[in-house]
């Protein structure tokens, strides 16, 4: 049912924003000289948001002995660790990632055929600023994820982030590897990874093969934090840990997608960049809080509409533009 419906109505809506929006972007792509002298945007701020795919909390930061995340749990201790921040739209992998990368819980098809309905943080970025598309990066081992990054779309090519479109990233290993490439060559400001072995796994039901693809993921994407934590680009950036979705509670733990607490509650760990280390932080948050949240932090000016920022940022403190 849900499905149905969201292939018939995420067309018509999308016809309804590029009619709305194409007029305005293309007076922004004319006035970027006069934008860019606008916003204060420090280009040494930098954001690495890393997503571990279905990691449901009960096995990461939820498991007060941490077992199954090692080198995340000994990584928290030197940022804030936020422990009920929650999915509050639909805990599937498109809508859950569109949510992180624009502040709102929209309605996008599962299967990877919908761009974003509204501008992610990497298009406000590139907006803002006048950054070229390689001040932005959007890597991902799900390929439906690069229709997010703009791939496969002829809209606004300036705006895409830097993907490998034509190139699938086999596996998380390889990720690690593009990513740490990449972003050395290009430094971009804001860069979006995402790990999918623990979503995978879950989904083949084998649970001894989740829990070893959640250590893996851990010990991935921490490793990828310490190559990119001794690059000077990012020596001072603001790393992000979070997820897209978790899983069902109980017997149905393969799958996920529902409200139930397992897929809702995700977590939350920020390193970096002037977060304070070795805090807990137990105030309710929700994700479309991040995406606000970190563009303050960068620098950007955000449209009403979008959720209070989540305190504990640094970018919380600062003045309203
Ligand atoms: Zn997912
Ligand atoms: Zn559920």
């Given at each position: 049912?849900?499905?149905?419906?969201?292939?018939?109505?995420?067309?018509?809506?999308?016809?309804?924003?590029?009619?709305l929006?194409?007029?305005?972007?293309?007076?922004c792509?004319?006035?970027?000289?006069?934008i860019?002298?606008?916003?204060?945007?420090?280009?040494?701020?930098?954001?690495?948001?890393?997503?571990?795919?279905?990691?449901?909390?009960?096995?990461?930061?939820?498991?007060?002995?941490?077992?199954?995340?090692?080198?995340?749990?000994a990584?928290?201790?030197q940022?804030?660790?936020?422990?009920?921040?929650?999915?509050?739209?639909?805990?599937?992998?498109?809508?859950?990632?569109?949510?992180?990368?624009?502040?709102?819980?929209?309605?996008?098809?599962?299967?990877?055929y919908?761009?974003?309905?509204?501008?992610?943080?990497?298009?406000?970025y590139?907006?803002?600023?006048?950054?070229?598309?390689?001040?932005?990066?959007?890597?991902?081992?799900?390929?439906?994820?690069?229709?997010?990054?703009?791939?496969?779309?002829?809209?606004?090519?300036?705006?895409?982030?830097?993907?490998?479109?034509g190139?699938s990233?086999?596996?998380?290993?390889m990720?690690?590897?593009?990513?740490?490439?990449?972003?050395?060559?290009?430094?971009?400001?804001?860069?979006?990874i995402?790990?999918?072995?623990?979503?995978?796994?879950?989904?083949?039901?084998?649970?001894?093969?989740?829990?070893d693809?959640?250590?893996?993921?851990?010990?991935?994407?921490?490793?990828?934090?310490?190559?990119?934590?001794?690059?000077?680009?990012?020596?001072?950036?603001?790393?992000?840990?979070?997820?897209?979705?978790?899983?069902?509670?109980?017997?149905?733990?393969?799958?996920?997608?529902?409200?139930?607490?397992?897929c809702?509650?995700?977590?939350?760990?920020?390193?970096?960049?002037?977060?304070?280390?070795?805090?807990?932080?137990?105030?309710?948050?929700?994700?479309?809080?991040?995406?606000?949240?970190?563009?303050?932090?960068?620098?950007?000016?955000?449209?009403?509409?979008?959720?209070?920022?989540?305190?504990?940022?640094?970018?919380?403190?600062?003045?309203?533009?």
């Amino acid at each position: 049912m849900e499905k149905s419906k969201t292939k018939h109505v995420a067309p018509a809506i999308t016809a309804l924003a590029y009619t709305l929006l194409v007029p305005f972007l293309f007076a922004c792509s004319s006035q970027r000289a006069a934008i860019k002298q606008e916003v204060a945007v420090d280009p040494t701020h930098k954001v690495v948001v890393i997503v571990l795919d279905g990691a449901r909390y009960s096995e990461t930061f939820g498991d007060s002995t941490r077992q199954h995340i090692p080198y995340l749990s000994a990584l928290a201790s030197q940022g804030t660790l936020f422990t009920s921040f929650y999915n509050d739209g639909l805990t599937q992998t498109m809508a859950g990632h569109s949510t992180l990368l624009t502040g709102h819980y929209d309605v996008v098809d599962n299967g990877g055929y919908d761009s974003l309905q509204r501008p992610g943080i990497m298009q406000l970025y590139q907006r803002q600023t006048g950054a070229p598309a390689t001040a932005t990066v959007m890597l991902a081992t799900k390929g439906k994820l690069r229709s997010f990054a703009g791939c496969g779309s002829e809209v606004q090519v300036e705006e895409h982030a830097l993907a490998l479109c034509g190139e699938s990233i086999d596996h998380d290993v390889m990720l690690v590897q593009k990513t740490e490439s990449i972003l050395s060559t290009h430094a971009p400001s804001v860069s979006y990874i995402s790990f999918s072995q623990p979503d995978y796994a879950g989904h083949d039901g084998i649970w001894e093969g989740y829990i070893d693809a959640l250590k893996l993921s851990d010990s991935l994407a921490v490793a990828l934090y310490h190559r990119l934590r001794r690059q000077p680009a990012y020596q001072d950036a603001l790393f992000v840990f979070t997820n897209d979705h978790g899983r069902h509670l109980g017997e149905r733990w393969a799958d996920h997608g529902d409200d139930c607490a397992g897929c809702r509650h995700i977590m939350l760990l920020a390193i970096g960049g002037g977060m304070p280390a070795d805090v807990i932080v137990q105030e309710r948050f929700s994700m479309a809080q991040l995406m606000p949240t970190l563009s303050k932090y960068l620098g950007l000016s955000l449209a009403v509409g979008y959720q209070p920022l989540i305190t504990h940022f640094p970018s919380a403190t600062l003045p309203s533009q």
